[in-house]
């Protein structure tokens, strides 16, 4: 059984860092893609970060240059760095494992999710 277990999230003030980490047992960790999604109040779910077992990343626009994602296949944990944060980055992140695609930012592309973490960043 997979499973997909969020920490890191909090809140911080514009300017801030945050680093969001997910903790996965059950799946072979060095074997597809992961990612970190997030989900703002009233908006979908939105592909922030992705990274392949090559170590290939993709990023939103809205996150480059500020978020950096990483994961280490010993530990089988997926982290991301955030840095610069700002307001609009707000919201719940989710950790994302199996993709059907190439660094998929699509949330039906994904197997496994975890329950999220909330990150909140004021203004």
């Known amino acids: 059984q997979v499973q997909l277990v969020e920490s890191g999230g909090g809140s911080v ?7 969001l980490s997910c903790a996965a047992s059950g799946y ?9 999604f ?16 090559y170590g290939d990343t993709r990023y939103a626009d ?13 530990k089988t944990t997926l982290d991301v ?3 610069s944060l700002k307001p609009e980055d707000t ?5 994302a494992a199996k993709c059907r695609y190439y660094l998929a930012f699509s949330q039906s592309d994904y197997n ?3 329950q999220g973490t909330q990150v909140t960043v004021s203004a």
Not at 13 to 19: H, M, V
Not at 38 to 53: N, T, Y
Not at 91 to 95: D, P, S
């Open 91 to 95: 919201g719940m992140y989710y950790c």
């Open 28 to 36: 072979d960790f060095s074997s597809g893609c992961m990612a970190w």
């Open 81 to 83: 760095q955030m840095n």
């Open 62 to 74: 809205s996150v480059k240059g500020r978020f950096t994602i990483s994961k280490d296949n010993t």
């Open 13 to 19: 003030q514009a300017g801030g860092s945050l680093r």
């Open 38 to 53: 997030r989900q703002a109040p009233g908006k979908e779910r939105e592909g922030v970060a992705a990274i392949d077992k």
């Open 112 to 114: 496994y999710w975890g």
